[in-house]
């Protein structure tokens, strides 16, 4: 295997001796894919063709397999689990490849996404979905890449909320990355209740200082979310 392309010859030899070597038009299909997967392996399983749309449902399915409760084994999806499972998973998918690049990110897809039944296909868009909408009405991504998983949301956004958002049918709060108008991290927590009482306080007043055009009420628990600067007043009349 030259570059990522698997390079077929064939020679004529005398004990050591090469006689004779032109290339081999068609070699039997499963040396290909035999020599193309130890070409992945060799290389890693970053050297396949992935998206990054690809990697997040990597992420996500992973996360998902650890909260799956119905009949049937969830499959790893961790590096370790599928570089040691390779021929499995994508052995069945490289027919008429002859290098890495042949694979492409849909055929990569296909391979990975035949790991799952369709009942534990269904079940990642419940367990792991890829956005979560958050008081404002905002529909923010959840980022499955940490453990447990991350949400950025601007501090104002979750006024009026005293329940950390969660996934996996409510079982696992998220980690919020609590952002400030600007998007600067301001606070890290899994319990928004507590920062409420008991960081926001002392949070309020920086962010009074820096953002004074922006509304910071004493009591955010019962405050009205916003994605604006001031929250709009509610009409009269």
Known sequence: MDRG?????SSRRLGALVLE???WVTPPPEQVQAVLLEGVQRCG???LPWTNDLRRWVQRAAFAGRWWA???TWPGFDAATLADELDQWLG??????RSIQDIGSHRLRQALTARLAWSQQAAIDQLAPTHVTVPSGSRLPVDYAEDP???KVRIQEMFGATQTPAVAGGRQPL???LLSPAQRPMQVTQDLRTFWTAAYPQIKKELHGRYPRHHWPDNPMAAAPTRRAKARKPKTG
Do not use: K
């Open 92 to 97: 069945p998918f490289l027919s008429g490849c």
């Open 149 to 151: 998983p991350v949400l």
């Open 175 to 177: 980690l919020l990355h």
């Open 70 to 72: 119905a009949e049937g």
């Open 5 to 9: 392309r698997v390079q077929a010859v």
């Open 21 to 23: 070597e032109r290339p």
């Open 45 to 47: 399983l970053d050297s």
